[in-house]
């Protein structure tokens, strides 16, 4: 869905980097390079943004309005 506000193992902030890491990966930069890059070291940080499945665009659909 979107991307955790912080890191589930050690509580950093992470999303404010959400867009810049997927700029730079757009670009063609590798994810390794990217995660370096926009200031991700930890590795339980880095899983974060390596395993984010973003799904909102395939769930937007099925969303219903609450009022009726």
């Known amino acids: ?13 992470i999303a404010h980097k ?3 890491f997927n700029e730079k990966k757009n670009a063609g930069v590798e994810i390794a390079t990217a995660l370096d890059e926009v200031g991700l070291d ?3 940080c880095r899983r974060m943004y390596v395993s984010h499945i973003d799904l909102l665009v395939e769930t937007a659909p099925f969303s219903t309005s609450r009022d009726k």
């Open 18 to 20: 959400w867009e810049e």
């Open 1 to 13: 869905m979107i991307i955790p506000i912080r890191c589930f193992s050690c509580g950093a902030l």
């Open 42 to 44: 930890r590795y339980c």
